[in-house]
């Protein structure tokens, strides 16, 4: 039973415009969510991070928005540049479990 | 600054042979985990640790085993492998609370 769920596989963006990847998860003791990118033979980076104290967190370009009644967050990157194509894995813990569980990812292209 | 240190990068096994993923952590972090990333299935949780002496299962830990005798190292070891853990094995550490940082990966293939 996947507790991550991302449901695009892929998704493809014109360069300069909005790239929005969402994100569901099932079970409501989960607190802290985070969005890492992955390059090809490259380990996982981190990008952003919420908990769910707030429902929204930017940095930069990215932002990070958690909707807790609907289960469901999502990044958004503006404006989307050629070195977003990677693939965007969205992550989540709860507090009194140290297991951190991660989507199947999304891969974005970001097309010139 | 080598942060999270994974070796060896590329592993050919037979089934049924032994073998262990090492990693190594520089960072002094607490938490350490290992994840495998397969075609359409993400990254799945394999075992974690949060300190020495320590160390539980995650979602897929049939046909690994861990320990975690120091800070720094948090090996895999596949004791008779199988086609099915052709993979690519990431490591990874933390603080408590904090973000993962990632190792640059394990490619395996088991024939």
């Known amino acids: 039973d996947q507790q991550v769920k991302q449901n695009s596989p892929s998704l493809s963006v014109q360069e300069g415009r909005i790239s929005i990847l969402n994100c569901d998860y099932t079970n409501s003791m989960f607190d802290y969510f985070l969005w890492y990118k992955k390059y090809p033979a490259e380990g996982p980076t981190f990008l952003i991070s919420?908990?769910?104290?707030?429902d929204k967190n930017e940095d930069g370009r990215f932002t990070v928005f958690l909707n807790k009644s609907a289960k469901h967050l999502s990044l958004h990157i503006v404006p989307s540049q050629p070195g977003d194509s990677a693939v965007y894995f969205c992550a989540a813990s709860g507090n009194r479990d140290d297991k951190i569980i991660f989507g199947k990812g999304t891969r974005l292209h970001i097309l010139p | 600054n080598a942060g999270v240190t994974q070796t060896p990068k590329f592993q050919v096994l037979k089934t049924g042979q032994s073998m262990t993923l090492q990693c190594a952590q520089d960072m002094n972090h607490e938490y350490m985990s290992w994840y495998r990333q397969d075609p359409g299935m993400g990254l799945r949780l394999i075992h974690y640790s949060v300190g020495a002496g320590i160390t539980d299962q995650g979602e897929v830990p049939n046909g690994y085993n861990v320990s975690r005798s120091t800070t720094e190292d948090f090996p895999l070891r596949l004791l008779s492998a199988a086609p099915s853990q052709t993979s690519v094995y990431f490591c990874?550490?933390?603080?408590?609370?904090?973000?993962?940082?990632f190792g640059n990966g394990t490619r395996l293939t088991v024939t």
């Open positions: 990874a550490s933390s603080y408590r609370e904090s973000p993962l940082h």
């Open positions: 919420i908990s769910s104290i707030k």
